[in-house]
Nanobody
Framework: QVQLVESGGGLVQAGGSLTLSCAASGRPFSDYAMAWLRQVPGKEREFVATISRSGRTTWYADPVKGRVTISRDSAKNTVYLQMSSLKPDDTAVYSC????????????????????WGRGTQVTVSS
């Protein structure tokens, strides 16, 4: 099992930027594809972005394409989510998750692939 701790959330004005971090520990970081998800109370949790173990494959949800970038730093065992041009609709609790994939370039974006989850960090975008 890998432990995941998110940070970097906060309050930002619409149009602003924010970078979230997720630090992993407990298992080799290179064994895991990583994902960022978000959830608003009363709504289903949704995938925002995923990145493969190799870092070569990324996937983005349509609502955030062009505004977010997912990246990983193996030396720091950390995955990042850089967000820009933020909108009030981006307000949510953002969590990271880890998937122990077989293929280096797999970046799954379905919930069943992920067994380890962080507790999340709140992002609030004011209008």
């Amino acid at each position: 099992q890998v432990q995941l701790v998110e940070s970097g959330g906060g309050l930002v004005q619409a149009g602003g930027s924010l970078t979230l971090s997720c630090a992993a520990s407990g298992r080799p970081f290179s064994d895991y594809a990583m994902a960022w998800l978000r959830q608003v109370p009363g709504k289903e949790r949704e995938f925002v972005a995923t990145i493969s173990r190799s870092g070569r494959t990324t996937w983005y949800a349509d609502p955030v394409k062009g505004r977010v970038t997912i990246s990983r730093d193996s030396a720091k065992n950390t995955v990042y989510l850089q967000m820009s041009s933020l909108k009030p609709d981006d307000t949510a609790v953002y969590s990271c998750a880890a998937s122990r994939t077989i293929h280096d370039d797999a970046a799954p974006y379905y919930a069943n692939a992920y067994y380890d989850w962080g507790r999340g960090t709140q992002v609030t975008v004011s209008s």
